[in-house]
């Protein structure tokens, strides 16, 4: 089955320390995104990636780091410089920013919790 | 920069009844996405709008987009409990760039 898998589904972080979401996708992508969303608000986004090797800060990056070494992965990295990281992050990923139709399609998430 | 504004926020109606959620962007765009979210989960994608007077339907819901008026609907007829969730508009600004979410419509549908 083609799809976007984002792991762990839950995740806890102890003050100080850095943690690593991942998000894999197997639909043969060019861009891929991730997205904060705090309760009751829309999706606010972290970074998102074009093409293997380059990726570019969305409107909350600040505390956050990515890598794109790989088509299908996009691990998203929430650095101890995040003070308050507890949120629903949402990944997702579409074929490419350059089509007519730039449908987004999205993981089932991960809810971070600070300990 | 592009903003997406929704109203209503919160939206409580009854089963059978017709409503219609409104979405506003600040600037010229030329993609229109709307996508649901059930409680908890990741969001799923409803319709795309590609152009002015672009109108699309599935089920009890319809979309359609006014990019003069710089305004998207989505139109629920006769609604029933299995469409209560939160629904979201996006748009690009314009081709090839990312998109932005609006706050979302939480729609709670009663018996």
């Known amino acids: 089955d083609g799809g976007i898998t984002q792991s762990p589904k839950y995740l806890f972080r102890k003050e100080g320390q850095n943690v690593t979401l991942s998000c894999e996708q197997n639909l043969n992508h060019d861009a891929m995104y991730w997205y904060r969303q705090d309760p009751g608000q829309g999706l606010r986004l972290i970074y998102y990636?074009?093409?293997?090797?380059?990726?570019q800060k969305g409107d909350i990056a600040e505390g956050y780091s990515v890598s794109r070494e790989k088509k299908e992965s996009f691990p998203l990295t929430v650095t101890s410089a995040q003070k308050n990281p507890t949120a629903f992050y949402l990944c997702?990923?579409?074929?490419?920013?350059?089509?007519?139709?730039?449908?987004?399609?999205f993981g089932a998430g991960t809810r971070l919790s600070v300990l | 920069e592009l903003k997406v504004e929704q109203n209503p926020l919160f939206l409580s109606m009854q089963e059978g009844k017709n409503y219609t959620i409104y979405c506003n962007y600040s600037t010229t765009s030329d993609r229109l996405y709307w996508y649901r979210q059930d409680p908890g989960k990741s969001l799923e994608s409803l319709f795309v709008l590609l152009s002015n007077g672009a109108v699309k339907q599935e089920g009890r819901l319809m979309a359609s987009l006014d990019t003069k008026a710089r305004l998207s609907t989505l139109h629920i007829t006769a609604a029933v409990h299995d469409l209560s969730a939160t629904y979201f508009c996006a748009v690009d600004k314009t081709s090839g760039s990312r998109l932005t979410f609006g706050e979302g419509t939480q729609l709670t549908v009663n018996p």
């Open positions: 990636s074009q093409i293997v090797n380059d990726f």
């Open positions: 997702a990923s579409s074929i490419g920013l350059l089509l007519a139709k730039n449908i987004q399609y």
